[in-house]
């Protein structure tokens, strides 16, 4: 049988699966290396903890500090302090804040061809470019995976896209991402794994088909992957590290669910028009725009060819006076080398700001544009309000549209400006001798066991929800429209995302962009449902949109359909994902109806695939819905449990019970 290079990775790592171990329908992998990052790791070594395991039992556990590096005061700190001393103690490798961000570190540090990584961030993907099958999560699953579980998906549909040719100057691997987002949609991918192959994928080197398979998130998809070949092999050795390297592709004329073809030649610079990644057009149609800000960072695109790129268009020139532009750039490892290279010395010459390595702009913290500003950004999510300007205009593009706009202060097409692309790799070796410097090792299980873990005074217990009732009645918190993204559910921002580690004080920002009186509602309310559209949480991998609404008594969200990870996370919470029968019924619900949900417990032990049409009632319109869960037996018994902690509680006692 002839295998996509998706179903060889995940042969090799199946670990359950119907029929015995057989691929389809839902699925579980063995998982080789974790990696969590300082805004969803604190929960996640939390739950760890509360598992009772002496040492993390995956190959590899890699602690990023690279989101919250704000430290307004001392909770991010604080932060940083226990996820060291966790690290410590539990056998993990600890990236300090400074070092980078963590898919571009882990990329150049860690990530090997054909092994599987799951990370509590929805663009661990972008390891992918390496050959790597790697996946976002949740952070308790991801906890879960560091205990040595394996991690159960539903097998993903295998969707082939062909590159063909190369690409024309000026035109960037970001327009090639951009031009699938055109075609697929943010919820396009749901369900699939988006395999990458042809000349056109020869030609792309390791970061280029990172940035490729890092924006695969905003397709909605399970991940994104490249082959492991020559291309690989340099990137590797280039970082010292070709040991790692192995071959690896689809079998010759392996099946996909359906082939895309991409024709590099033919495609031009691109942007994602506010407020959708999805929004894709020419750089040609908006062209002479006034650009207000322009910032390359990001782990889409903060790679030394990124920054190599810009310079070259920079050269000797100085950034227009009417534009802000800053660097962000995605690794320490990174900025040494484009020192070495006097790529940097170019761009600060040109009067970049220099900001740190790290998320920043990218999550709203710092650098948010002028009100109503437009920013050009080399990022890989402009949902509103995410830069920390409600009214700014975020439009993602390729390093070199961005640096063309920091150069005329208008967007302009850069495939006019005949910038070659210089080559790096000396300087990449030069600088790899550093790279290690600021990644701390696990330390020897004799040692580990004596640490004592600090915790800050702002660092507080995850709550626990309880098993769910048989029947509820229930008023509409809010009702959504489609594409809701978990930043609509659970802002970020420099002034919520010092919470993620205090579940009761992040609470009350739910909803806080969309409708400021959510939490208001909803406390007095006590409990209360939750009505979307079509991709309900699209976006992040944060829990806590999910853990946050059950800490305010959400019971249910009752969408049109559901993105992947936050499908999961509100299943690992406790919390109900229904989905309408009939998708029209969404109209006839209204914020502040009172719905009856009976039979739940039918429904959860398997008796039942949707709650009978008299039972899933509007009490104020007198209008019964068809509802369905959509979940499979082990789901089910999660729920039944009141989320996966009290489950896994439930099996701990019965093996206790039974022993
Ligand atoms: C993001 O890009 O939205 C984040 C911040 O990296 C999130 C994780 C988080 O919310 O902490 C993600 O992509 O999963
Ligand atoms: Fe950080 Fe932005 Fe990448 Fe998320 S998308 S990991 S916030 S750089």
Redesign the pocket.
Known sequence: MKLTLTEKIIREHLAGGPGGGGLGGEIAVSIDQTLT?D??GTMAYLQFETMGIERVRAELSVSYAD?NTLQEDHKNSDDHRYLQTAAARYGIWFSRPGNGICHQVHLERFGEPGKTLLG????TPTAGGLGMLAI?AGGLDVALAMGGGAFRLAMPNVTGVKLTGRLRSGVAAKDIILELLRRETVKGGVGRVYEYFGDGAATLSVPERATITNMG?ELGATSSLFPSDERTRVFLEERGRAASWRELSADEGAEYERVIEIHLPKLVPAAACPHSPDNVKPVAELAGLKVDQVVIGS?TNSSIDDLAAAAEIMKGRVVHPDVSAALACGSRATILAAEEAGVLGELLRAGFRMLESA?GP??GMGFAPKSGGVSLRTF??NFKG?SGSADAGVYLVSAQTAAAAALFGVVSDPSKLKAEKPDTGAYIRAAARFADDMLIPPLPPELAAGVVIQRGPNIKPCPVPMPPDDAFTLPVLIKAGDNIT??DI?P?GAKV?PF?SNIPEISKHVFANLDPLFWKRASEAGAGLIVGGTNYGQ????E?AALAPMFLGVKAVIAKSFAR?HKANLINYGILPLVFANPDDWNSIDQGDILELAGIHALLDGRADGFPPAAAANKTKSQVYSLRLEADPNDRAILRAGGVIQAQRGKNQASFTSS
């Open positions: 990052q805004a969803t989101h509590s961030d929805s663009h976002g998130a782990c998320c990218c999550i890989n999510r995410r978990t930043d659970m970020a995302l993620r976006g992040s991998s944060r806590h990870i």
